[in-house]
T-cell receptor
Framework: DTEVTQTPKHLVMGMTNKKSLKCEQH?????MYWYKQKAKKPPELMFV???????INESVPSRFSPECPNSSLLNLHLHALQPEDSALYLC???????????????FGEGSRLTVL | QQQVKQSPQSLIVQKGGISIINCAYENTAFDYFPWYQQFPGKGPALLIAIRPDVSEKKEGRFTISFNKSAKQFSLHIMDSQPGDSATYFC????????????FGSGTQLTVLP
């Protein structure tokens, strides 16, 4: 069982809806990530939080809004999405980035988003 | 220069055979090379990883071979099993702007019973 829990597992929303994806980890990791994955493609980095501060935003459209309320929780707020935003959204966490690499990423099972 | 090129895109192997997936990189700042395994409906999970100070790392049936001069690394799965059928992603990261993982394009492995 994954130690990174994502809810909901599936979400269908219209282009005018507002919804949120949630992610939780209790491994004491201080870096948390949102990735987007399209079918048969690798994960694409969206956001990185390090010690609850946003450290990387990979030029993601403002209709995606991340939030890190505390060291264990990560949210992704969704508003006015487009059909092309339909994808698997993966949350991941890692120990504090140290040395020269981000460290082992622990992924959740993802939230499958469909935008109608 | 941030790219990691992975091949083949798909691979079909008989049970008991050897599966080999190759990756190549350009960025010499990369110094951490993990392989992730992803089953349908699941998130990727770390399978095995290597640092460039060694040329090979083995964990059970899984081996990473690393060629620093050629900037290539590969995953070998010995005695492949139907349960190994999944998508495999190589990745790399390093210092500075290369700190976050750069993933290869993925290989869909099917092991026939």
């Amino acid at each position: 069982d994954t130690e990174v829990t994502q809810t909901p597992k599936h979400l269908v929303m219209g282009m005018t809806n507002k919804k949120s994806l949630k992610c939780e980890q209790h491994m004491g990791h201080r870096a948390m990530y949102w990735y987007k994955q399209k079918a048969k493609k690798p994960p694409e980095l969206m956001f990185v939080y390090s010690y609850e501060k946003l450290s990387i935003n990979e030029s993601v459209p403002s209709r995606f809004s991340p939030e890190c309320p505390n060291s264990s929780l990560l949210n992704l707020h969704l508003h006015a999405l487009q059909p092309e935003d339909s994808a698997l959204y993966l949350c991941a966490s890692s120990l504090p980035p140290s040395g020269s690499y981000a460290g082992e990423l622990f992924f959740g099972e993802g939230s499958r988003l469909t935008v109608l | 220069q941030q790219q990691v090129k992975q091949s083949p895109q798909s691979l079909i192997v008989q049970k008991g055979g050897i599966s080999i997936i190759n990756c190549a990189y350009e960025n010499t700042a990369f110094d951490y090379f993990p392989w992730y395994q992803q089953f349908p409906g699941k998130g990727p999970a770390l399978l095995i990883a290597i640092r460039p100070d060694v040329s090979e790392k083995k964990e059970g049936r899984f081996t990473i071979s690393f060629n620093k001069s050629a900037k290539q690394f590969s995953l070998h799965i010995m005695d492949s099993q139907p349960g190994d059928s999944a998508t495999y992603f190589c990745a790399a990261s390093g210092s500075g702007s290369a700190r976050q993982l750069t993933f290869g394009s993925g290989t869909q492995l099917t092991v026939l019973p």
